[in-house]
DNA sequence: CCGTTAATTGTAACCGATTACATAAATATT
DNA sequence: AATATTTATGTAATCGGTTACAATTAACGG
């Protein structure tokens, strides 16, 4: 059960009977090598099964093609897109991926950080985990210039590169289309509004309020943890608002649809009753019925366009440190959920 | 924007006036050194930022503790929970993932498992690709002795460890239930039956048909690539049949919902004139209305005990040379797509 | 045919850790 | 106090590449 002999440079060297010199030029394809040796070398490789040793290479480059990803949790239809979209572009460029969850844990996000430094990586992309008040445990990679680029979850520090989409504004647009159908009394589903994620709906959220005159009060505010179960006690609570909401407007589609479903268990008629609008378009907004009016969030294009400009920088193709912030685009999908006026 | 220059063991040594050697073991809590030095070395280590190289450690160690994984997608709900799975069980292993998506093609599963061989993952943890025929492409990995574990879509080879729930069974059970809840002509949606998943699922639900004497044809039998879109092109299927067909066993939770809500539109009802099964417990499966009845397919679970037992076999602790198939359990979900005879 | 330049190839010093073996220091034994 | 043991530290080879610089060979012009 003994592990093969790796082949070496040095076993190729020897059995040509040339330098280990020549044998690591022409397999970088050296132009400065021969052809007719190169060919030699080439073949030689592949015939007895050569592969470049990584550690010897990385050891000596100090640079490692591998990019780190820290997520809150990878099992989320959101989270998993996203990573789907680095992948994609990170396997077209050559460079690896190590993921890590932090399991929306401030001290395993730090740990993350620490292993990924560890393991140098070339550089980070990262969506923070809920809990994470400040942003100290990443002050070591800028010490040592290693790129940082957050998605979705940003930090809002002046320092680093963000990409995500313009949440106040997509809450806003939200908001603004229930009032458009109608909706005098608008509620929002969030969760505790530390994240900007949170924070910017809400504003977002307040700011469609102010601007068509319709009032604001705490308990048209409901703060969960968003899954789908929170969104049914969320629609407890809606139903015990002396003023029933005529309207929600959720932070996510998952809290949307339990709260929906929850509701029409107790006989609340949607949209009619009460209109929905949830953000994400996760899958289950176009199967619960009606289909949830929500905000399309491109997470595919948001691990794309953060995997690309991470690694443009790295290969010195585009730099990032002038980089604040890069938004992208989202837009509101209306479907049933919201639809008062029929036309 | 240079580079921070990196602490090596040899600056430490010199800075205390002692040997590489001893730092080294310090650094690695060796027993043999005296506690005093090794606190010294500590102190100092964390004060000038000093980090491990873990090439020169793989280099000179010829092990990388980095498992490589391989799926077909990551965004779907089972496998990035697959995958939250393997990541729980390798970071509390101080193993690292590096992961790959095959896109569901052959072709760019052999890159992976090149690349990831050209890396010296220690082991590989692999969901086979829809259309990958044959797996020689692992051939240089079992050369090498680096330990692959297939799980969910696997190799009927010999060779090779697999994790997996018993499909045949489980789709006995969901077809049984179906014809115990009254079912005469029960149709299956699955996808071209090439993978194991989709084979077994058939044969488990053509025993059913057959232990309780119900007739098999293939117009029972619909073919499409278990999408949520396909699931509603299958509905139009469904209703062309001359014998429209009383209960439905789809491969997927997904396709059960797309099929459900397109029969819906065209009237059907549901689980009266057809009553529907599915496979997964996917969270639309909670959604859907009539909440679908499905199969309970333990992701989280499947990815750690995948990951644990390449870490044992890894680590030495236990082999996995003799076992070939470790299955999970999985369950049957009852929900209101199938309760026909409601008590 | 010889000197000069361009094209190839070789030599050897790294990169930063691990570890077998040798050596020195501290402690125990007689 | 001298010797045997134990404990702690040091020396140097090794892992497999990369690359600056030196050396060799080939090609060219006169």
Redesign the pocket.
């Known amino acids: 059960m003994e592990k093969e002999?790796?082949?070496?440079?040095?076993d190729l060297?020897r059995k040509l009977?040339?330098?280990?010199?020549?044998?690591?030029?022409?397999?970088?394809d050296d132009?400065?090598?021969?052809?007719?040796?190169?060919k030699k070398i080439f073949e030689l490789a592949e015939e007895m099964g050569?592969?470049?040793?990584h550690?010897?290479?990385n050891?000596?480059?100090?640079r490692t093609d591998t990019i780190g990803v820290i997520v809150p949790r990878l099992n989320s239809y959101f989270m998993s897109t996203v990573i789907a979209g680095i992948e994609n572009v990170a396997n077209n460029e050559g460079f690896n991926l190590i993921i890590s969850q932090s399991s929306e844990s401030a001290q395993k996000e730090m740990n993350s950080v620490k292993t990924m430094f560890n393991n140098r990586v070339d550089g980070l992309l990262v969506s923070l985990a809920y809990d994470t008040e400040d942003i100290t445990h990443f002050e070591t990679l800028y010490r040592k210039n290693i790129p940082v680029i957050f998605f979705d979850r940003v930090a809002e520090q002046d320092m680093c590169t963000n990409v995500l989409i313009d949440n106040r504004r997509a809450a806003y647009e939200a908001t603004k289309h229930l009032i458009q159908q109608g909706c005098k009394r608008i509620a929002h589903i969030t969760a505790t509004p530390k994240r900007n994620v949170y924070i910017d709906r809400l504003e977002g959220y307040k700011r469609a309020l102010a601007e068509f005159d319709l009032p604001f009060s705490n308990d048209q505010l409901i703060i969960g943890n968003l899954s789908q179960e929170d969104g049914a006690l969320a629609a407890a609570q809606i139903l015990a608002i002396p003023e029933r909401p005529d309207g929600i407007f959720v932070a996510n589609d998952n809290s949307a649809v339990g709260c929906m479903l929850a509701l029409k268990q107790a006989g609340i008629r949607i949209p009619e009753d009460i209109a929905f609008v949830g953000f994400n378009n996760d899958p289950v907004s176009k199967v619960v019925e009606p289909n949830l009016t929500t905000i399309n969030y491109p997470g595919y294009e948001m691990g794309e366009v953060a995997a690309r400009n991470l690694i443009n920088h790295l290969t010195g193709i585009a730099t990032i440190t002038s980089t604040n912030t890069i938004l992208l685009r989202s837009e509101l999908v209306v479907r049933g959920s919201s639809l008062k006026n029929k036309t």
Chains 1, 2 share one sequence.
């Not at 002999?5 to 040095?10: L, Q, R, S």
């Not at 132009?31 to 190169?38: A, G, I, N, Q």
Request: net charge positive; proline share 3%.
């Open positions: 002999k790796e082949v070496t440079i040095y060297a009977n040339i330098s280990i010199a020549t044998v690591s030029r022409a397999l970088k132009p400065v090598v021969s052809k007719k040796t190169k050569y592969r470049s040793n550690f010897a290479r050891l000596r480059n100090k």
